[in-house]
């Protein structure tokens, strides 16, 4: 999946709510928390990173390459 940013960057946990690969922020944030979301290839417990534009992010078998 490919999500298109707006801005130059958006929160982790605001990106899994956005792409709709978590129905709620509760339920991003548990999931970052537990280390079951991937950023670029690593594990990111981080809900506030980051992520801009060339990065990936995988959650839940779904992988989002943001551009």
């Not at 509760?26 to 970052?32: L, N, Q, S, Y």
Request: include cysteine; aromatic fraction near 4%.
């Amino acid at each position: 999946m490919i999500f298109k940013l707006k801005d130059d960057n958006i929160k982790l946990g605001q990106l899994l709510k956005a792409s709709g690969l978590a129905e709620s922020g509760a339920f991003a944030k548990e999931a970052v928390q537990q280390g079951q979301v991937m950023v670029n290839g690593e594990v990111c417990t981080m809900r506030g990173k980051k992520i801009v534009r060339g990065d990936h992010v995988e959650f839940n078998g779904e992988t989002v390459e943001i551009e």
